[in-house]
């Protein structure tokens, strides 16, 4: 997409769209070049003129915030805590390469809801158990979902959760070109996004 066709769909803020990346806080056991993977996906979602959005933590999701913000995009992060304090000092969650941070109070699985709810599509790396969380909400809701495939094993245990659910969705994209993977989910989004 060139610039002036991004500037005409963008022309009310309420249409640039929201990609949440959801991914492991801790990617330990993720491989090699994970987080560099997570860097350039979130570089590619603010070169395509989207919006991160991510859990507000560190691992997978701080490295996506932190490409889109090195490519001058816009982060938003959702809180499980309930404020500022709290985020740091009780959750120990960063600050960094986020415009804006929604204090949500709702612990993990509250946070999980309203991040993959505000977002038009959910995009997943590397994760454990609240990766999966955001993934069955993200399908749930039917939202455009994008994996990433990487050196890590969540994109086989989503597809095996996506064969052993029974429930065709057409929806999910995989590929391991992040630039090429959002590209797709960001055509997917409009294709069902009301405001054109």
Same mark, same amino acid.
């Not at 993990?108 to 590397?126: E, H, Q």
């Given at each position: 997409?060139?610039? =002036? @066709?991004?500037?005409?769909? =963008?022309?009310?803020?309420? =249409? ?6 959801? +991914? @492991?806080?801790?990617?330990? =056991?993720?491989?090699? +070049? ?32 932190? +490409? ?27 600050? !960094? ?9 709702? +612990? ?11 977002? !038009? ?19 749930? !809701? @039917? ?5 990433? !495939? ?25 590929? @391991? ?20």
């Amino acid at each position: 997409m060139d610039i =002036n @066709s991004l500037d005409a769909y =963008n022309k009310h803020g309420h =249409n640039q769209i929201k990609i949440c990346v959801s +991914g @492991s806080a801790d990617t330990t =056991n993720a491989g090699q +070049g994970t987080l560099d993977l997570a860097k350039e996906l979130g570089r590619e979602i603010a070169r395509q003129g989207a919006v991160i959005v991510t859990g507000a933590t560190t691992g997978f999701p701080f490295w996506a915030a932190m +490409g889109a913000k090195e490519a001058g995009g816009i982060s938003i992060g959702f809180s499980p805590a309930a404020t500022e304090k709290e985020h740091v000092e009780a959750y120990k969650l960063p600050l !960094d390469y986020m415009d804006l941070i929604v204090y949500t109070g709702f +612990g993990y699985p509250g946070r999980d809801l309203l991040l993959t709810r505000s977002s !038009d599509a959910v995009m997943f790396g590397c994760g454990r158990i609240g990766t999966i969380h955001e993934f069955t909400v993200a399908f749930e !809701d @039917s939202k455009p979902i994008g994996i990433l !495939d990487g050196p890590w094993e969540t994109g086989a245990e989503l597809q095996d959760i996506i064969k052993k659910g029974h429930r065709p969705n057409d929806k999910i994209l995989m590929n @391991s070109d992040p630039k090429k993977l959002v590209a797709d989910v960001i055509a997917m989004v409009k294709k069902y996004k009301t405001g054109k």
